[in-house]
């Protein structure tokens, strides 16, 4: 569906003709929709739209957009919204929204959802909790499979997903889990308590939101159960907000891993100000360290006046001791970050990265040496350079398996022992070689 | 449970205790496990399992350990285990395996089944068909919500999901879709064409599974039916497999923005020439690159032999470039990769990288003059290193966003654009603008 039309129809308030189109809709394509119409047609549009598309069409909207949308909206309407929300999302729109939306937000929602509001409100960022919906099937361990059916038709539609039930004791502890596949071909008369599985995953409400993503991904689970302290069932996790969090968590590895600090908003959305701001710190410390660099060239200023040549390679040696660095610390981060590889296999890393280093040194130095024989006709030459080079590929590739270990061993995150690290002290170590090995074997 | 209590239970023959014990685990647990034992008793364990655990197993072993125990299972027990795995997953072992496990797999398998899965051998490889599966449920568009019901228990079982079913007409064409909390809070008498919805999301079978995946994550599906170029359903694919697809694609994206060919592979499993070999192309060409830089700075040898503090700032210029470029293209890799960033915002984002590579290069400009004026009091130096940090910054930052866009344009793998080669490209252009700057303004 076309802006043009949709303004046409507004204009000419065919409501019904509209309405029928935006049926055909997929709620989740209806914000960049209104992101294109002015401000008045985007609240006619929003009214028009039945209850539930407009709920989800709101959950799936950039902050900005539900702001100016609140404001809006009457109280009425905001609250047959956020009636259509899941728990999860509310606090999430609460969490964004600048505190004068908040009061409006909190004035229209009942004294039961404020409770469980504030709750979810007090769990850390990035925990199970801020991210769990408290919106899910509980069952008895009693009930017959016909009891649990009916409980699912009275309480489903207001479940965010019924495919997981969970069954619980009085006190809510959780006992166990049964899908709703098994319930469907289990006969009628069937007792709960026999058909769920007592091999339950769930995570405490205070687990990392991270590891909680990583074991949908171990696990193939449509939702996971969240517990308190004393195991009872608080909340469940759905896997398209597990999807989520692998996302963004993967957005933030990338920027740490080109020097950035992580940043929520989209691209185009951080002001210039934020991205320099971003970006400046360690661009800062990486060029004052560089400064090591310069100055142990500095310390070999009569070497280069011999042999001038000595400088024009070093590009080649600082870049290539920066790319071999940033190829196995890159590998070793996401073996760190995907559990593939752990802290006791150090020496397995270092021994595996050790022999790839020889052979790629080894090729680097023998193609770099015809070159140079070419160019220049000096074997001396190409022998320092191969030899730095293979010193270099080596010391390189340890660093970048070493680094990031050594930051998980401090419980830091890996991903801060990137490339732009790496290369800046890959040079300081290529350069030092580079200049002892020539002056060792050019007696300079 | 551990290793000795395991191989205690086999050798005392308490096969009834272990089997209990096994239920308690959860089936993604049990392939570590089996990979602590040695051949015979892995083979006695897979043997003790029920039925559907030891299919579930299966498929989450690695494909070496399948292979082995293929090899050991008579063509009954592979039958059953077979029997116990989707469709999607018995082609994935099949593409695995080595001829002769492939020839001992297709003889236990059914002539039905065969067909299946020679059609679903054709699909491209990443393409939708290549991960769908064939079992769904499918539903009449006549059918009550009871008829509905019936359908479902008869064939759920043998469904990868029964959360989404899809309504087909007698040509298997796709009609709509009705997921199954609708059908438990309808009326036993309403009828399926009156519930189901028609706006359905669906892929064709050539589609690319990387855009599939992000289907799911844009619009929160469970499952996404696929269908052929009639519009005929043929498969659907379920989240888990999409979470793969995303994990996947996202390690791919790390290896290739770190100048390594892709390995499906994990990093322990590949041998140490085939890291190299993955690792080498790029290093070379990257590496005889940067003889263009050393070219550069031949051309200026009077101009460090008269300043021989010039060269320490190499290093520097070289590493501040890098960084920059590095941090900018890897904004807009992801962007592109998210889809948040198009072809079309090229200009918003230059111009919005110019900006900031403006209060950037100024920042370190001045933080670095401070540096100089105190560590060799030289007011020109300053300037010189000033200005080219500035030229530098943007022109780094400039390639950073031109050149992902450039290879998107071009249909390549913006991916390939990352930081090795932009900083290779950015040391040849910063050599040149600084030698520029400190021959003009020293007069050298």
């Known amino acids: 569906m076309e802006k043009d039309e949709i303004t046409k129809l507004l204009e000419e308030k065919k409501y019904n003709v509209l309405k029928e189109k935006l049926k055909e809709i997929n709620s989740a394509d209806i914000p960049p929709l209104l992101e294109e119409l002015d401000k008045e047609s985007v609240v006619k549009l929003f009214r028009i739209l039945p209850k539930e598309q407009a709920g989800e069409a709101f959950s799936y909207m950039e902050p900005y957009m539900k702001e100016k949308l609140i404001q809006d909206l009457t109280d009425a309407e905001l609250k047959g919204i956020l009636n259509e929300l899941f728990m999860d999302d509310t606090v999430d729109l609460i969490e964004e929204m600048p505190s004068n939306v908040v009061k409006k937000i909190l004035k229209v929602v009942n004294a ?14 990035d925990s199970a909790g801020s991210i769990m919906t408290t919106e899910f099937i509980d069952l008895k361990e009693t009930m017959t499979v016909e009891q ?17 039930c969970y069954v619980l004791n009085r006190n809510r502890v959780l006992l166990g889990m049964i899908n709703i596949k098994e319930i469907l071909i289990s006969k009628k008369e069937q ?11 769930s995570v405490n409400t205070l687990e990392d939101q991270e590891d909680v993503a990583k074991l949908f991904d171990k696990y193939d689970m449509y939702a996971l159960p969240v517990v308190d302290t004393e195991n009872r069932l608080v909340g469940i996790i759905t896997v398209d907000d597990a999807i989520n969090v692998l996302q963004d968590e993967t957005a933030e590895d990338f920027e740490k891993m080109a020097a950035m600090s992580p940043n929520e908003k989209g691209y185009f959305e951080t002001s210039v100000f934020k991205h320099a701001k971003n970006r400046i710190v360690w661009l800062l410390v990486l060029m004052l360290s560089s400064a090591i660099t310069g100055g142990i060239i500095t310390n070999y200023e009569e070497a280069f006046a011999a042999v001038p040549l000595l400088v024009a390679f070093i590009p080649m040696i600082m870049g290539t001791g920066g790319n071999c660095g940033s190829q196995s610390s890159t590998l070793i981060i996401r073996g760190l970050a995907t559990d593939e590889i752990e802290l006791k296999d150090l020496f397995k890393a270092l021994w595996k990265e050790f022999r790839v280093s020889i052979i790629v040194g080894v090729v680097l130095a023998i193609v770099n040496g015809i070159r140079i024989m070419i160019q220049y006709n000096d074997l001396q030459l190409a022998i320092v350079i191969g030899l730095t080079l293979i010193a270099t590929v080596a010391l390189s590739k340890a660093l970048g398996c070493l680094l990031p270990m050594f930051a998980k061993k401090l419980k830091l995150d890996p991903a801060i022992m990137a490339t732009p690290l790496i290369t800046t002290l890959v040079d300081i170590f290529s350069i030092l070689v580079y200049f002892q090995i020539a002056t060792a074997i050019m007696h300079i």
Do not use: C, F, H, W
């Open 112 to 125: 039961k959802d404020r409770k469980i509001i504030n709750e979810l409100l007090q769990y850390p960022e």
């Open 148 to 164: 649990a059916l009916q409980r699912i038709r009275d309480i489903g539609i207001d479940s965010e997903t019924i495919y997981n």
């Open 191 to 201: 007792i709960i308590k026999e058909l769920m599985t007592t091999n339950v995953i």
